[in-house]
């Protein structure tokens, strides 16, 4: 069954193209962005990957480490690394998984195959420090992911998992949040010394706590 919401994610050992990884050994206590390419030396990933890496330092902030994933192979990776640094204008400075066997790609249903035979798919894993899988997403091989999603909902669930408010359509950081549900009004204004709006009873605003 594919991998659900929730679920802690499989484990497992790979080559890379920074050398062999255990993956949650490798993970440690960090959340993790896990994604995964059609293949190396194609145009939209050659663009994905090198976004990624300029954005390195946002991810770090966020306590992220990032590992990106095809079915090519080290040798293959490493090659293509040189060009993506050449015309992205960056340096990949997180591995790359090489999954010739398939092995990753099937742990997490990577492949699909009514839509790339035996190719990756532009999955992306967000996977919390406890190993969880807190968001899973498919995009198809000739659109490019958007970073900056990826990192405004990591911003969402460490502002749930540290400060217990919820983010609402297209929040943006520094806007309000919602107070989750599972906190009565009087103990969020408790909580919440900035202030809460009670919209209705089961909606009430504030503003975001870590700013
Ligand atoms: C690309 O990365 O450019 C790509 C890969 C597979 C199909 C279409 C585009």
Known sequence: MALQLGDTVPDFTQETSEGSISFHEWAGDSWVVLFSHPADYTPVCTTELGTVASLKS?????????????????????????????????????PIIADPDRKVADLYGMIHPNSLNNLTVRSVFIIDPNKKLRLSLTYPASTGRNFDEILRVIDSLQLTDYHQVATPANWKDGDDCVVVPSIPTEEAKQKFPKGVTEVKPYLRMTPQPNK
Not at 67 to 92: C, P, R, Y
Request: net charge negative; hydrophobic share 30%.
């Open 58 to 94: 946002e991810f770090d902030n966020r306590n992220v480490k990032v590992l990106a994933l095809s079915v090519d192979s080290v040798d293959s990776h490493k090659g293509w690394i040189n060009d993506i640094n050449e015309t992205q204008n960056t340096t990949v400075n997180y």
